[in-house]
């Protein structure tokens, strides 16, 4: 990993009145400090094994002072036995933890929450690792993660070997958005659990599956995930899964409850031996688009791409009718089965997939008998400009049987300048401004998940140095700012107080800067008077910078990458 370091000499003292920052070495220590604490303290628990350690970190900071909670040395405080955390207040972050050898009798290991209505907001947690925290008897039901409350954050974390009843990371809904942010993290070495109950992340529940949460999933890489057909188990609505690398699972991102989701930007890729999946589908108006998916063996419900059946009149634990699906420019090499559309038709659920659009997407290289398969007739499904090789149940003249003439690069198939592909797209939607890589599309976007010729590496297939912790980073990183397409004219860089623009020309101020997400989103717009402008910010992820003059011109444009590690 690339990283920028910031040292820090930490004056350890167990008086809160002589230092911010507080050493402790017993429970009864810690739980003295957390009373004391104020906004900008950190508490060091000291290296060694905390076995059976119930530690209750309620207290509050501020966004620009947090309350601390880390190791003394980072991998180096072990909580085992029964040990577990509970998060409760604002503004509190904990970091470089591992807990190991241990279990529980049924309290979840990390818990956002004091009690059912006293619910953590603004809090994180970090660096930290859950390991093979089993018990002996693989029914005994409990959650390594529980996120309850609001804008809680839980990043560059490993997540390993959990075989026991009970999803490995879960969001609480209590009947409002919450906007969680679950990044950078890797989850793995799951075994089948034989039932349900064996989602590595699980957003919602059905009860409230009408709910909004928007939680957004990015950059995570699963490996080795088997716990059960539903790796990730999206149970609310308006959820957005993006970024994510798969490999190896036996299972799937399941859209299960909720409607409004966008799956996008994702890369799939199945193991030997695993009835390996993409995305199955379920409820009303989720986009699935921009993802890669490759050498899946799953068909039916574990199909690349699985839209199923409904119930008439569902209740809410049941399957609600796919309405308005959008699944545009996917790029499918060397799946089983492709398309799976009206998956689950039985004598229950009998309304096939309505009002749902096809298009622009890209499967080849087939490896089971047909590339799209109906085991429900659909209803006024919209096929546009698909290359899709090999048999299918279906005849439309927006299915092209045709080699598309794609090209392996670095690992991936993706078209060449030969290819008849490019420029191809007929049906262009409102929210593809962006391909699988990060690129822009031009005017005449490609059909499937790449542009031709894209040299962005903003998003690209995670491995394990790209997520999970990091314990060589003793002092706590800064932020690192990567930027693609720049002006040379001008300078970005990152600062101890936020983000600068300098160089900027003074024929072309007044300005205003602009930074959106991929999405179109403006998360900023600020005007500019000066050569130099800089503002706190504490972005996480891709964005475009615009320099807008006061002409009205885009004098200067980025693509910028905002993230702590890298």
Not at 176 to 194: C, T, V
Not at 510 to 528: E, F, T
């Amino acid at each position: 990993m690339n990283k920028l370091f910031l040292i820090l000499l930490v004056p350890f003292s167990l008086s809160h009145s002589h230092a911010q920052n507080v050493l402790v070495s017993t429970v009864t220590e810690f739980n003295t400090a957390v009373v004391s604490a104020q906004a900008g303290d950190t508490i060091f628990l000291k290296n060694g094994t905390w076995e059976d350690a119930q530690l209750d970190f309620f207290t509050s900071g501020t966004s620009d002072k947090p309350v601390v909670l880390k190791a003394q040395t980072p991998g180096e405080v072990i909580l085992s036995g029964a040990a577990r955390l509970r998060i409760y207040g604002e503004h509190l972050v904990v970091s470089d933890l591992d807990f190991q050898n241990g279990s529980s009798s049924g309290d979840d290991i990390i818990q956002f929450k004091k009690s059912s209505n006293e619910l953590a907001k603004n809090c994180r947690l970090t660096n930290t690792r859950i390991l093979n925290f089993n018990p002996a008897s693989d029914d005994v039901a409990y959650k390594w993660v529980s996120i309850y409350g609001d804008n809680n954050r839980v990043d560059h974390c490993h997540f390993d070997g959990k075989n026991n009843e009970g999803a490995l990371l879960v969001v609480w809904l209590t009947g409002e958005a919450n906007h969680h942010q679950i990044d950078h993290n890797y989850f793995a070495n799951i075994p089948e659990l034989g039932r349900n109950g064996g989602e590595t992340i699980r957003i919602g529940t059905s009860t409230n599956s009408l709910t909004e949460s928007r939680t957004i999933v990015e950059y995570n890489l699963f490996e080795s995930c088997d716990g059960e057909i539903e790796i990730i188990s999206n149970k609310s609505g308006f959820n957005i899964y993006r970024y994510n690398t798969f490999r190896n699972n036996e299972g799937m991102l399941t859209l299960r409850h909720g409607d409004d989701c966008e799956v996008y930007g994702n890369f799939f890729f199945g193991g030997e031996g695993k009835a390996s999946g993409g995305v199955r589908i379920i409820g009303e108006r989720h986009k699935v688009y921009n993802n890669y998916f490759q050498d899946l063996e799953g068909d039916g419900l574990r199909a690349a791409i699985s839209m199923m059946n409904g119930v008439p009149d569902s209740p809410l634990n049941r399957y609600f009718q796919v309405k308005n699906a959008e699944v545009v420019n996917n790029t499918i090499v060397s799946c089983k089965e492709p398309f799976a559309i009206g998956e689950g038709s039985d004598s229950e659920r009998t309304l096939p997939p309505l009002d749902c659009t096809i298009a622009n997407n890209i499967a080849i290289s087939t490896t089971g008998s047909k590339s799209i398969t109906y085991t429900d007739t659909p209803i006024n499904m919209t096929y546009e400009s698909n290359y899709i090789t090999g048999s299918t149940d279906v005849s439309d003249e927006g299915i092209i049987n045709q080699d598309p003439g794609l090209e392996l690069i670095d690992g991936l198939w993706k078209a060449s300048s030969e290819s008849v592909v490019v420029d191809a797209e007929s049906l262009t939607v409102s929210y593809l401004e962006f391909d699988i890589d990060g690129q822009l599309r031009d005017d005449s976007p490609d059909i499937g998940c790449d542009e031709l010729a894209s040299t962005a590496k903003i998003n690209q297939p995670l491995t394990q140095d790209d997520v999970g912790y990091d314990w060589t980073d003793t002092g706590g990183s800064i932020p690192i700012l990567s930027v693609y397409e720049t002006d040379a004219s001008v300078q970005l860089k990152f600062t101890r107080t936020g983000f600068e623009i300098s160089g900027i020309k003074e024929e072309d101020l007044p300005a205003q800067v602009i930074i959106h997400d991929l999405q179109g989103k403006k998360l900023v717009n600020d005007r500019v008077s000066s050569p130099t402008f800089s503002l706190p910010i504490s972005l996480k992820g891709v964005y475009v910078v615009s320099l807008i003059t006061q002409e009205g011109s885009i004098r200067y444009k980025a693509k910028v990458q905002f993230s702590e590690r890298k």
